[in-house]
């Protein structure tokens, strides 16, 4: 952390430098590109033979807490501008699935899928196993002891989150006659959202802190392997190959990170005509060395100056009554004064060439501020993609959610970004314990209910049997025959009862039970025998177990819907703090712009300066003419010397500022050079071809990794990475 604290102003320094330079460069190459225009335009209607075919690819790489990959998901766009019926792609994905149209693929004898597109773009997902080109290790220090994201978790004290980027991914290039190792120039940039309430003092070794109040947004980036492509002297010029995150924490939880990596930028770049301009880039860096020295030195000499003014002030005051008696010998000294306003002469001319100097410098400062307005523009361009790819995360977690709920036996509406937390909520409140005991309870009398119902002609028989016995005893009473129904049937059996005795008795008995008032008895004891067997059932443990388990599932439901309710929550936060951010580098793309203005203005300036230098150069001249007249006009001088003695102390407060000025530009200045220009030179140190042969390299190695999965011959492609690890959370 101290190293980055030392070198980071130097890098800054010389990175701004490096801009202003290279800018002259671009400015040449341009010019000399523009004059064999008939040529580049062949050169582009070749590169442009390869074909129209687009792959546009986003890895995403689901990771635990410490960056250990869990699954690697690809989303693949094809672009079909020609609107082609069949295209052919090389892919080593698995379970690839068509996620945007009803488009299907079938293998050919080389292996390649060969899409029925039907004029249309091809959107699929699959899932790979292959090694990552960038390894991602998060690890975590708590008061300078490493720790696990098990143990740092609800810990509290000084915290340093590291995250450490291994890029795995280079071509063997021959540079200079040597064969080097050239890596593929991915720009990684890592993103989290602090809670203010945990989380203090956050800073980061390489990126931008944003604090809205209630959050703090970290963005960090680092170039892995950068370093090695430029092969520049390490004391002089460090390129971050990691992003460290320190701050004072109170129980430590951490939300989901993501790292996006790219290699967009220098496949961009072209420098096919650059080799025109090393001399004059080595010349442009002698010529910015000598200037920056004069300046160093103009500026000592100026604060010098003005520091004895400043000592001699209190001598001007005393001596403002000695100018007052001694106005009458000034025309004595007037012969003195006309040799000075010689020497005040060529002091103008001196002054002449330092304001063309100075024009030149705002012209180079106007050109280099117009490197950075772009440079921020390509960053705000890649706005859309960073919010587009959490977007598409965050989709994807959503259909996740929808699969897991409908695999429950769940209903409920397609989760949205808009709606989730409305939806997940309204399905915890439906899974109410006592609401799902009533329903459970109601469908398991239902269930009962039919059962028992559908033995009711059996129960009913049955009944009706007992009312028939109830009815016969009441016969026999009626017939004058002392006996139960058992006993007559016994009877009747050994023969004791005469058939026409048994002809009337079982004649009464059926009468008897055809009335109505029989028929309703039957009904109403059937109706009361389900109502008791549909209780008894109830009551029983396997029914009663059953209605239990419903409850305890609905509980477990609950709590599991909650719970990715929360994480839906987390990673939301994360996702509107992705905009926000995004929102803030558009605002700094459009100040840098409105400061390029500024500068244009600034060149203006330095030019009326320089028209003005000019005068005075002339009007010293005519001064010098004039200073023969200046005895005459002594007399006169004398007169207004006492109003001279009244404005003396204003005179020396104005001494003062101006001193105070000097200094600071003087020291500004030094620090400009020092930290900047120096750094520059010392990096580069007459390295120029070499440095500019490895940036042609790196530019060729990151165009030729446009893909993860595989490419087509007869496709470009470009490939995002997106890095997400799992959050840290108390339990």
Request: hydrophobic letters at 35%; one cysteine or more.
């Amino acid at each position: 952390m101290s190293m980055m604290k030392k070198y980071a102003p130097k890098i800054v320094s010389a990175a701004l430098s490096l801009m202003l330079v290279l800018s002259i460069v671009a400015t040449t190459a341009y010019t000399a590109g523009a004059e064999n225009s008939s040529a580049n335009s062949d050169t582009n209607a070749s590169e442009k033979s390869k074909g129209d075919l687009f792959k546009e690819e986003s890895v995403y790489v689901i990771s635990d807490a410490e960056g250990n990959p869990d699954k690697i998901i690809v989303s693949d766009w094809i672009k079909n501008p020609d609107k082609l019926n069949t295209i052919s792609d090389k892919s080593n994905l698995s379970d690839i699935k068509n996620v945007k149209g009803d488009e299907t693929y079938k293998l050919n004898p080389d292996n390649m899928c060969v899409w029925n597109a039907e004029g249309n773009d091809i959107y699929y997902q699959g899932t790979s196993d292959a090694d990552l080109p960038v390894d991602l290790r998060v690890s975590y220090i708590m008061d300078g002891r490493a720790m696990s994201p098990k143990e740092i978790a609800g810990k509290s004290g000084k915290v340093t989150i590291r995250f450490d980027y291994k890029n795995k991914q280079y071509e063997t290039v021959k540079i200079d006659g040597r064969e080097e190792r050239i890596y593929v120039p991915f720009v990684m940039l890592t993103g989290m959202m602090l809670d203010n309430e945990k989380f203090s003092n956050v800073s980061v070794s390489s990126g931008k802190v944003i604090n809205d109040g209630n959050h703090t947004i970290v963005a960090g980036f680092a170039m892995p392997g950068m370093e090695d492509n430029l092969d520049l002297d390490l004391d002089k010029l460090r390129i971050p190959d990691y992003v460290e995150i320190t701050a004072d924490v109170k129980d430590f939880e951490l939300s989901t990170t993501l790292t996006v990596a790219t290699s967009d930028m220098f496949s961009d770049i072209d420098f096919t005509d650059v080799d025109k301009t090393v001399d004059d880039l080595n010349e442009k860096l002698d010529s910015l060395t000598d200037a920056t020295n004069k300046l160093v030195d103009g500026s000592s000499k100026l604060y010098d100056g003005i520091s004895t003014l400043l000592n001699k002030s209190g001598s001007l005051i005393s001596g403002v009554q000695a100018l007052a008696d001694g106005a009458e010998k000034l025309s004595k000294g007037a012969s003195e004064l006309d040799k000075g306003a010689g020497k005040l002469q060529k002091g103008a001319k001196k002054l002449d060439k330092g304001a063309a100097s100075l024009k030149t410098g705002a012209a180079k400062m106007q050109s280099g501020l117009s490197e950075l307005a772009n440079g921020l523009g390509q960053l705000s361009s890649n706005s859309s993609a960073l919010t587009g790819g959490a977007k598409e995360v965050f989709n994807t977690l959503l259909s996740t959610a929808d699969k897991q709920i409908a695999a429950a036996g769940l209903k409920a509406d397609k989760l949205t970004i808009e709606n989730y937390s409305k939806v997940l909520s309204d399905i915890v409140k439906s899974l109410n314990e006592d609401d799902v005991r009533k329903l459970a309870e109601k469908a398991a009398r239902e269930s009962v209910e039919q059962t028992v119902r559908s033995q009711e002609e059996l129960i009913k028989a049955g009944v009706a049997a007992a009312v028939k016995e109830q009815v016969l005893e009441g016969v026999l009473k009626a017939a004058g025959l002392n006996m139960t129904p058992e006993q007559y049937s016994e009877a009747v059996q050994n023969g004791s009862i005469p058939a026409e005795t048994q002809a009337q008795i079982n004649g009464a008995v059926e009468q008897k039970m055809k009335t109505d008032e029989i028929e309703s008895t039957i009904n109403t004891q059937t109706e009361q025998q389900i109502q008791n067997l549909i209780d008894t059932n109830m009551k029983s443990e396997a029914v009663q177990t059953q209605i239990e388990q419903a409850v305890q599932t609905a509980k477990a439901g609950a709590a599991s819907i909650s719970a990715l309710k929360k994480q839906l929550d987390s990673f939301n936060e994360f996702y509107q703090g992705i905009i926000t951010y995004t929102s803030g580098v558009d605002s700094a793309s459009g100040g840098a712009n409105q400061l390029s203005e500024g500068s244009e203005k600034l060149t203006g300036g330095t030019k009326e300066l320089k028209n003005g230098t000019k005068q005075l150069r002339k009007g010293a001249s005519d001064l010098k003419n004039g200073t023969s007249q200046l005895a005459s006009g002594s007399r006169t001088l004398y007169n207004g010397v006492n109003q001279l003695n009244n404005g003396t102390g204003a005179l020396v407060d104005g001494v003062k500022l101006l001193d105070e000025g000097a200094l600071t530009l003087r020291d500004g200045i030094k620090k400009y050079k020092q930290e900047g220009i120096d750094v520059l030179v010392d990096a580069i140190d007459g390295k120029a071809e070499t440095l500019i042969n490895r940036l042609k390299a790196i530019s060729k190695v990151s165009k030729h990794y446009n893909s993860f999965s595989g490419i087509a011959d007869d496709m470009d492609g470009k490939v995002n990475f997106i890095y997400k690890t799992d959050s840290v959370e108390t339990k």
